[in-house]
């Protein structure tokens, strides 16, 4: 009977073992993404998407982006920004060590409503692309007297 026991004990103990290696295996892969500032795996910037009534605002990080390697893309209510970034190692240098790698991304969104492409406004500012999308008119609710 205590050889059964022994046996059962050590099945368990070998079941705990492999569970914590499979919970440590899993814990590093996805923390990678948090590491590496979320880019690699993801692919595509965090962004936020904000209704302020008149408009909306879109707040997208872009560390590293400028202008020139930013595009975007509005058609009714359809929103499309893409960019890359290029490798910025000087000519001639060897690399002993990359972590700034080149990348590029496509994100796109349907919004609520169409937005009045004449009067979009974006800007970059640290890393940060803001974008005020206001409404088209005929997305703004109207006030219908009652006679």
């Avoid at 240098?93 to 974006?122: I, M, N």
């Amino acid at each position: 009977m205590w050889t059964r026991l022994n046996e059962m004990d050590r099945m368990l103990g070998a079941m705990d073992l492999l569970r914590s290696q499979l919970n440590r295996s899993f814990w590093d892969a996805t923390t990678l993404g948090e590491d590496l500032g979320g880019r690699l795996i993801e692919g595509s910037p965090n962004t936020n998407l904000y209704d302020q009534g008149e408009f909306f605002e879109v707040k997208a990080e872009v560390p590293g982006l400028t202008k020139a390697n930013l595009n975007i893309r509005i058609q009714g209510n359809y929103l499309e920004m893409s960019g890359t970034r290029e490798s910025d190692a000087p000519e001639g240098y060897k690399t002993h060590r990359c972590e700034r790698g080149t990348t590029s991304f496509t994100r796109s969104f349907t919004l609520p409503t169409e937005v009045d492409v004449e009067k979009v406004d974006a800007s970059l500012s640290n890393g940060i692309l803001s974008l005020k999308l206001p409404k088209s008119e005929a997305a703004k609710p109207k006030q219908i007297a009652i006679k």
